[in-house]
Structure formats: structure tokens, C-alpha cells
């Protein structure tokens, strides 16, 4: 393995556990550097509609005020990179303990981040984001 190739997997870390930084503290510039202008972000799975990086932006910027805490933990980083080493297809699995809003029990969720990510001048952003939601416990409205 090559300096350049390492050095590109630290920075795509880097860049993952900015975005679970940007969302735990509901810095929504921070949220909004992960990604390039044009990116789709889609957290379908979680039942928030599909939309470009400022709509989700915009949106979690209204709605996470509700929630008091949420804590992301993003592991088994995988990186597979194109010819030219310029783009990059991401699979990351997720951990997400949280306190909704209303609820006594914590709630927790997991699943796969898969990021379609691209080399800039600024360096590596997503310019696609789909969440895969595998569980999630304690879901508000759901019966135990």
C-alpha cells in the first residue's frame, strides 16, 4: 500500500467522524462542509425522505432541536477507490445511541453509511450520502 493511499483512507475517516461530530452537536456548517454543493443525501430507510445537502440540511436544522443528545459511532470504515484514485465508494457501519424527544428509555439505531465520495481542492467530500437503517430500538410510536 502506497503513502498517497493511506493518507486518503486517514482523511476519509477523518471526514466521517466529521459528519457524526457535525450531527452530535447540530453544527449544521459543519454538516454542510462533509458534502459537495450538489450532494444527495438519502436517509429513506429512517423514513426522511431523500434531498439535496442544503433541504437535509435545513431540515435537520428545525427537527434535531427536539432531540436532547445523540452520539454516532462510525466503525469498519471501507474504502474502494476508482483508477484514478480521485473517487471513492464508502461503506461504514453506524452506532447511534440517542434521547429522543418524550421518551424515558434511550433509543438506539444502527446500520451502514455508504458515502460515493470525491477528491477536491478542499479534499475528500461526499457528494452521495445513503443510510441503510438496519434496527432501531426504542423507536417513538413503536409497542414493546
Known amino acids: 500500500m502506497d503513502v498517497q493511499r493511506l493518507r486518503d483512507e486517514l482523511d476519509i475517516t477523518a471526514l466521517l467522524h466529521r459528519y457524526a461530530r457535525a450531527v452530535d452537536t447540530k453544527d449544521w456548517e459543519l454538516y454542510r462542509s462533509v458534502f459537495t454543493d450538489e450532494a444527495v443525501i438519502d436517509y429513506s430507510s429512517a423514513g426522511i425522505p431523500a434531498g439535496s445537502r442544503d433541504e437535509i440540511t435545513d431540515l435537520f436544522s428545525r427537527t434535531f432541536t427536539a432531540i436532547p443528545w445523540t452520539m454516532h459511532y462510525i466503525t469498519n470504515i471501507e474504502a474502494e477507490f476508482d483508477e484514478t484514485g480521485d473517487t471513492a465508494t464508502v461503506r461504514a457501519?453506524?452506532?447511534?445511541?440517542?434521547?429522543?424527544?418524550?421518551?424515558?428509555?434511550?433509543?438506539?439505531?444502527?446500520?451502514?453509511?455508504?458515502?460515493?465520495?470525491?477528491?477536491?481542492?478542499?479534499?475528500?467530500?461526499?457528494?452521495?450520502?445513503?443510510?441503510?437503517?438496519?434496527?432501531?430500538?426504542?423507536r417513538p410510536g413503536s409497542v414493546t
Do not use: I
Not at 112 to 122: G, I, P, S
Open 93 to 138: 457501519m453506524f452506532y447511534n445511541p440517542m434521547q429522543l424527544p418524550g421518551m424515558a428509555e434511550q433509543s438506539s439505531c444502527g446500520g451502514y453509511y455508504f458515502h460515493d465520495l470525491v477528491r477536491t481542492r478542499d479534499g475528500w467530500r461526499s457528494r452521495g450520502l445513503r443510510e441503510d437503517n438496519v434496527w432501531f430500538l426504542n
